[in-house]
């Protein structure tokens, strides 16, 4: 199955920049070929721009938390629940608060590295990363790969804070969200619902075209193009899950 993620709030699309830099990083941690480094590289650049631009993020981030800490606490209630999982999920919620607190913008570890400096701003020029425009790096990363690792772990683990509360917050709001079934009628589907964060669409790898969604917190478009430009697409089933925050 395909799954697509489409943010219906600016703090929803920024959570899900950031899980897909935490994605990105996780599958070029290994560094085994230079493309590895490179994407690993460009991962926590772009970690470091996106935080920048987001001057609220510890506050939403804790927002979240409590919201979710609250519900699951008032579920303690109902001997149906599973107090097991309920614990579970708490714990977690309280590992990210603990990470969460560590927080800070100053970054030092990233924000002074040599490495990282040197090559941050060559991203944007064609065949920037070279050995007379990057010396640095390139020494670097010819280094043996369990030195690398050593100082890219280093790196990686400067973005526990943001990253484990926000891997956290996503991971309950899917896991609370409910799929339904949906037909998109010639490739096009339009609804009304409650406001939510986000959106979630599963639809069979057998479909040769692809989800463009628009819309704000209640109102949702969904539409299917063809890959193949031109091709039909006739009517597409889906999976749809609205995922709003928080547990209902």
């Known amino acids: 199955m395909f799954v697509y993620d489409f943010p219906l709030s600016p703090k929803a699309r920024t959570y899900l920049k950031f899980e897909a830099i935490f994605n990105r990083l996780q599958e070029s941690a290994d560094l085994n070929t230079n493309a590895e480094t490179l994407s690993l590289l460009r991962g926590l650049i772009d970690f470091i721009d996106l935080l920048d631009g987001s001057g609220t993020l510890k506050i939403e981030l804790g927002k979240d938390l409590d919201k979710l800490s609250n519900k699951l606490k008032n579920w303690q209630n109902n001997p149906e629940a599973d107090q097991g999982l309920i614990s579970e999920l708490l714990e977690q919620i309280n590992e990210s608060h603990k990470a969460l607190n560590n927080f800070t913008r100053q970054r030092t570890v990233l924000q002074n590295d040599p490495i ?3 090559i941050k701003t060559r991203f944007l020029t064609p065949s920037g990363i070279n050995c007379f425009d990057t010396p640095l790096f390139i020494f670097w990363s010819n280094l043996d790969r369990e030195e690398k690792i050593e100082t890219a772990s280093v790196w990686l683990k400067e973005l526990d804070c943001i990253r484990i509360p926000i891997t956290c917050i996503l991971n ?9 079934s949906r037909v998109a009628i010639n490739g096009f589907m339009q609804e009304t619902s409650e406001p939510c964060e986000l959106i979630e669409i599963k639809y069979p790898k057998h479909v040769r075209g692809y989800p463009v969604v628009s819309g704000f917190q209640s109102n949702i478009n969904v539409r299917f193009f063809p890959y ?21």
């Not at 999976?239 to 709003?244: C, G, H, I, M, T």
């Open 116 to 118: 990282i400096e040197s």
């Open 228 to 248: 193949v430009k031109g091709a039909p697409v006739g009517d597409i089933t889906f999976e749809l899950a609205y995922v709003r925050g928080g547990i209902n």
């Open 172 to 180: 309950l709001w899917r896991l609370f969200s409910d799929y339904q």
